[in-house]
């Protein structure tokens, strides 16, 4: 198949840019001496899970219950699901999960810990876990400060085995500015170190400190005692990657592509391709100017998405006309994959292979 034999809108992977994405977090997570766990909530793909394995990852993260199930049924072994995880039902697909193979969860509570040693007492398994650590980004997570009696408790839990502690240090995202990215991924690495050090004065030792984002991966991983990082975006990369100053657009490996279907000015078009397709992420930095996604090899961003319509308003004459066919490089990449049924890895024009989304509408 050659990329003009495809209707649009359709996700695009540029497969020689994912490649070189692949191995070069590889090669520089491995350089200091740290594993990684790629997150792989950004594809969802079990063929870019298994690439990344080969290229040296040692286990992967993921979001979902249901995108841990869905990597285990594809043969990824070693899974993180880097979330707690509560309730009845998706407890007892931990379980079951637990059974198949190597699987840890986050916990970030003594409440959350009880209710999951609880369902793996009901199915007589043992789970392993890491302590969420909140180095300052307030989604989930304890201080490094209070994480302590946390682990005290956990470790009396015998139907749970403590692995570790990780954080997700997302104030990163947004500086724009190589510094203090830097700043970001050593106060990450130096955070989750704190908590480790803390849980050793207790007495209780742990084998992973976790670190992970794109934009902290390298400087987290740099910091003395980090062991594992899972960045995820850094296979696509994106615009806010681009703008935030942490990659080129020659980096960018996933498009939208697009057709224009209406164009009512000379400056004016709409593209097959709206929110539906590229998600409605803003910028790096959430201005209205950074628009909904850059036309590929152009200055070209995108106005304003409405569900079907991707919105093109220009100063000047726009040089594409009705029936054209463009790229659209999204703002951000991890919701992309799971707005689409397939992607379509692409090579000089051609179409290598179509991957289901597998992990997409997962839970
Ligand atoms: C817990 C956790 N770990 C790792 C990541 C990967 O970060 P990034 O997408 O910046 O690579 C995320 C992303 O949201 C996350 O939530």
């Known amino acids: 198949m050659r990329l003009e034999d495809l209707d649009t809108p359709a996700l695009l992977v540029d497969l020689d840019r994912l490649e070189r994405n692949i191995v070069r977090m590889q090669e520089a997570i491995s350089a200091h001496g740290v594993a990684l766990r790629p997150h792989t909530k950004t594809h969802k793909i079990p063929a870019i899970a298994r690439w990344q394995v080969a290229a040296g990852a040692q286990g992967i993260t993921v979001a979902t219950v249901g995108e841990a199930e869905v990597m285990m049924a594809a043969?990824?072994?070693?899974?993180?699901?880097?979330?707690?995880?509560v309730g009845r039902h998706k407890l007892a697909r931990l379980a079951r999960l637990a059974r198949q193979g190597p699987l840890s969860v986050a916990v970030d509570s003594v409440v959350g810990a009880e209710m999951l040693n609880a369902a793996m007492g009901e199915a007589g398994v043992q789970l392993e876990v890491l302590l969420e650590?909140?180095?300052?980004?307030?989604?989930?997570?304890?201080?490094?400060?209070?994480?302590?009696?946390?682990?005290?408790?956990?470790?009396?839990?015998?139907?749970l085995r403590l692995k570790?502690?990780?954080?997700?240090?997302?104030?990163?995202?947004?500086?724009?500015?190589?510094?203090?990215?830097?700043?970001?991924?050593?106060?990450?690495?130096?955070?989750?170190?704190?908590a480790r050090d803390r849980l050793a004065a207790a007495g209780i030792e742990i084998e992973v400190v976790s670190v992970g984002s794109t934009p902290t991966a390298v400087g987290a991983a740099a910091v003395p005692g980090v062991t594992e990082s899972r960045p995820g975006n850094y296979?696509?990369?994106?615009?806010?990657?681009?703008?935030?100053?942490?990659?080129?657009?020659?980096?960018?490996?996933?498009?939208?592509?697009a057709t224009v279907f209406s164009k009512p000015a000379p400056n004016r078009l709409s593209l097959d391709a709206g929110s539906k397709a590229l998600s409605a992420d803003t910028g790096a930095f959430g201005r209205p100017e950074e628009g909904f996604g850059l036309i590929k090899n152009t200055s070209y961003r995108l106005w304003k998405l409405n569900e079907e319509h991707g919105i093109l308003v220009a100063e000047e004459p726009v040089p594409f006309g009705i029936g054209d066919r463009v790229e659209i490089i999204p703002n951000h990449a991890c919701l992309v994959p799971a707005l689409h049924e397939v992607a379509y890895g692409v090579r000089n024009g051609q179409v290598e292979v179509v991957w289901p989304i597998a992990g997409r509408g997962k839970f």
């Open 75 to 85: 043969g990824l072994a070693d899974v993180f699901v880097a979330r707690e995880i």
């Open 164 to 194: 570790g502690v990780f954080t997700h240090e997302g104030r990163a995202y947004g500086q724009g500015d190589p510094a203090a990215i830097e700043r970001y991924a050593r106060h990450e690495g130096e955070g989750v170190v704190e």
């Open 235 to 257: 296979v696509f990369m994106d615009l806010k990657q681009v703008d935030n100053g942490v990659c080129t657009l020659d980096d960018c490996a996933l498009t939208v592509l």
């Open 133 to 159: 650590i909140d180095v300052g980004s307030q989604r989930c997570g304890v201080p490094p400060a209070e994480v302590v009696p946390l682990a005290e408790a956990v470790v009396k839990m015998p139907h």
